[in-house]
């Protein structure tokens, strides 16, 4: 089906556009005028992709969503025989805004979360990713083998809260990567020693 | 000295009409118009405080850092005895937004933070008070016996991200206040036993 691959396409090169305004220029300046100039198409394109500045910022969010997936998944590849343990090390690291496309990834979902203050629609979109991320964090530490009186789900909250502050302060430069790196293993080491 | 304090209360009043606008309507309402129709004073009475919409981020921001400062001085002043150990637990948990006031406070960091991926002179001023509130959490930390084998500097930081992340995942409806407390008593409990 060569048609659907070409319009899921042109949606992800969209979406990227819409991404890189963000991070480099921030959300107010996403505009359907903009986002056309740095597709390198025309606006009727965009808006037969994407019906409103929410749309957009859905899908550059679920566009950034995807490729931190795929950067786990990297990750993972260049370790043999992977166990729960390392997935879970891989998607809190993955959160740190360590390189053009991971701090690309982190500006988008600080502007989607701006946005999500007044956007109803956003919130629930966010909340969804949220849970869905602390879930995923949550099963990833259940299996592997936590210390005995380690609290699973509180820990797992707590790890989920912990990355994204670091990633927080890293992308304003109150902190360097290395810093948030060892500090996310420490606490790994703690929860599973 | 009348005139002084006068001007000081008028900027805090205008400080606060900033503010309110940031956590109900979203940065992008925060206007010259709309904060003087919130203060109830006339557009050059704004202009006459604030020349810019930067200068009165800059302001909105260091009246909620005030204000939970307060919040703080309020927590302790209904311990009898209070030591580092309880000033720590009350600097970390007035970093959560658990009631209208907190909400705000959270809200105006949230957008200066988005508006300083691109200006570099809020970017400056969030460094700054991000360095100053890490270093103080740093300095309880020391002051309240460290159970041995704690890095009180990468223990210092990690509460301070971990409070930020909570702060972000109460807001957005992620995670509920109580559930932050706990986990922020259980790493004060790990740490200070």
């Keep these: 089906m060569p048609k659907q691959v070409d319009h899921a396409e042109r949606r992800r090169h969209l ?4 991404c890189r305004i963000i991070a480099t220029r921030g959300l107010d300046a996403v505009s359907l005028r903009d986002v056309a100039a740095e597709a390198g198409v025309s606006m009727g394109a965009v808006q037969h992709y994407f019906k409103t500045k929410e749309d957009m910022l859905v ?9 931190g997936a795929a950067r786990v998944g990297e990750y993972l590849a260049a370790i043999p025989d992977a166990g729960p343990r390392d997935t879970l090390r891989g998607v ?3 959160m740190l805004p360590v390189d053009e496309e991971s701090r690309e990834a982190v500006a988008v979902g600080l502007a989607f979360w ?17 849970g869905a991320l602390r879930d995923l964090i949550a099963l990833l530490l259940g299996q592997s083998k936590p210390a005995p009186g380690v609290d699973a789900a509180d820990e797992a909250d707590a790890l989920f809260a912990l990355a994204e502050g670091l990633s927080s302060h890293i992308l304003v430069g109150h902190r360097e990567p ?8 420490a606490q790994l080491a703690r929860l599973l020693p």
Excluded at 59 to 67: H, I, K, M, S
Excluded at 119 to 129: C, I, M, N, Q, W
């Design 15 to 18: 979406a990227r556009a819409v």
């Design 59 to 67: 899908f550059a969010l679920e566009d950034v969503n995807e490729r």
């Design 92 to 94: 809190l690291l993955q």
């Design 114 to 130: 701006a946005k999500a203050a007044t956007s109803p629609r956003l919130a629930e979109h966010l909340r969804e990713g949220y």
């Design 178 to 185: 290395a810093t948030a790196v060892r500090i996310i293993d």
